[in-house]
């Protein structure tokens, strides 16, 4: 076995309600996978099985011995009584050597935020350093749910670009719950459609013209993702 | 005493559990009069009744069918009036006046080891679990993603919180422990940038509004616990103030 982590099967029943139904997922070395689906459709709850959260109710997941993984929420509800640097929250209960934190802080590029206050950072601010903290023991494995959300379309772009970035640079492996297919299309190899199970999975091109992806989403969505992608792309090939 | 109220109330301001002391507090009266009832004391009593009240609510919390605030006002309350009808009973004496207002004058050497004892415990379940208190407070599930279990630190907070009230009863008394645990931690949010910093400052503040507050109840005969609050609220108000005045300049 060489995935990351492999679930088989796995139902999540929930005061009698079907979360999961009998999904099966294997991550593996250098994958960049995407979880779409809509509201309720158990996205993260999927994450939080493979993170070994929540155990589910059928099924067995089995995770490489001592995996490093990185876990970035959607958003930290910053509350405002505590005062904390962002440099002390990346590193709260991290292991970790300077070298890494060295990295870290460039590749997310927060060198001129570290000393303000964590309540006084933007929505990207926040967002780069909840992925420098994911980022600070170095994971074979990130997971990121929604990272983006809260972000405006400039925003977001930027963020998706860095993680793009991150990405081929370290060689790690992603796994994501993101509703902005659009802007990911380049970077992801696989996309996972799920709704309480999964629909369809694949690469982002197969899913645009996969039936059960549009009667879900509708032919919209998919045509304007088609020309996302192909736009992407061509900025992409630009940089 | 007030090394251990400034540690403390900055998680109670952190984390909005003033109510809940409030609620502990409420139900220490009915750990008193249990305490005599069965004969162990009302220290005992106290520890025993508080700490199955925090394990009460932690529990009934996990169902997340009711808000944690009307929680806690249905649990206190009914704890506050079961304790009434038990310290009713003819054959508990109880200093009601003492209980809700606290009187330095009752504490025997006995308490005050006790007192020792039981600071030098929190604290040190608090240093050495510092940074996963740290994170849950900030957000459980990335707390979680280190390996840390949200509800063991939960189940660590309430344990010391409520050793904590059970110390301060006698002197500061039921109706007033929260505001000894919050007003040095809100005071201190204004003067510092960092968690370690707020708890030092929380804590001086603490221990000259304890050393201060009992001068003034020594000197002029007042009781202990309200003079206690109310040198570390004028402490409150004046550093809000220079906050403010600092703000507008």
Redesign the interface.
């Known amino acids: 076995m060489n995935a990351l982590i492999s679930a088989k099967n796995i139902s999540v029943i929930k005061s009698g309600k079907n979360i999961l139904n009998d999904v099966s997922i294997d991550i593996n070395k250098n994958d960049f996978t995407t979880i779409i689906g809509p509201n309720g459709a158990g996205k993260s709850m999927l994450l939080k099985c493979l993170?070994g959260?929540y155990k589910p109710n059928i099924g067995a997941i089995k995770t490489k011995p001592n995996l490093k993984?990185?876990?970035m929420?959607q958003n930290?509800?910053v509350?405002k009584?505590?005062?904390?640097?962002a440099k002390?929250?990346i590193t709260?209960?991290?292991k970790f050597d300077k070298i890494s934190l060295k990295k870290v802080i460039s590749e997310t590029q927060i060198e001129n935020i570290l000393d303000k206050?964590l309540s006084f950072l933007s929505g990207g601010e926040m967002q780069r350093v909840l992925l420098a903290?994911s980022l600070l023991n170095n994971p074979e494995l990130l997971i990121l749910d929604e990272p983006a959300q809260n972000l405006d379309v400039s925003g977001q772009t930027l963020f998706y670009k860095l993680l793009q970035k991150i990405y081929s640079k370290r060689g790690l492996s992603i796994l994501m719950v993101s509703h902005d297919l659009h802007l990911v299309m380049v970077s992801t190899k696989q996309v996972i459609c799920l709704s309480n199970h999964i629909c369809c999975c694949g690469k982002p091109k197969q899913i645009t013209n996969d039936p059960k992806f549009l009667s879900m989403f509708g032919k919209d969505m998919a045509e304007v993702m088609a020309v996302y992608q192909h736009s992407n792309k061509e900025n992409f090939e630009n940089n | 005493m007030a090394l251990i109220s400034g540690l403390v109330g900055c998680f109670v301001?952190?984390?909005r559990l003033s109510y809940y002391g409030e609620s502990i507090a409420h139900s220490s009266l009915l750990g008193a009069g249990i305490g005599i009832l069965i004969g162990i004391g009302i220290n005992f009593g106290v520890v025993f009744i508080c700490l199955l009240f925090g394990i009460l609510f932690l529990w009934l919390q996990q169902s997340k069918a009711l808000s944690s605030d009307t929680l806690l006002g249905v649990l206190a309350h009914f704890a506050l009036a079961v304790g009434i009808i038990v310290i009713s009973f003819n054959k508990i004496k109880i200093d009601l006046h003492a209980f809700l207002f606290g009187d330095i004058l009752t504490v025997s050497i006995t308490d005050i080891w006790g007192m020792y004892i039981g600071v030098l415990i929190a604290i040190t379940l608090i240093l050495s679990n510092w940074?996963?208190l740290?994170?849950v407070?900030?957000?459980e599930?990335?707390?979680?993603?280190?390996g840390?279990n949200p509800l063991y630190v939960n189940i660590l907070l309430t344990t010391i919180m409520t050793i904590v009230v059970a110390l301060s009863l006698q002197i500061i008394g039921l109706l007033l422990i929260t505001a000894m645990l919050i007003i040095p931690a809100a005071t201190a949010?204004r003067l510092?940038?960092?968690?370690e910093?707020?708890v030092i400052v929380a804590t001086l503040i603490g221990i000259f509004s304890v050393v201060f507050g009992i001068y003034l109840s020594v000197e002029m005969d007042l009781p202990s616990g309200p003079s206690i609050v109310v040198v570390s609220s004028i402490l409150f108000f004046v550093s809000h103030m220079f906050g403010l005045i600092a703000k507008n300049e």
């Open positions: 993170m959260f993984f990185g876990y929420p930290l509800d509350i009584t505590i005062p904390m640097k002390l929250f709260i209960k991290k206050q903290r | 301001v952190w984390r940074s996963s740290l994170l407070t900030l957000d599930d990335l707390a979680k993603s280190e840390i949010r510092v940038n960092s968690p910093g707020m």
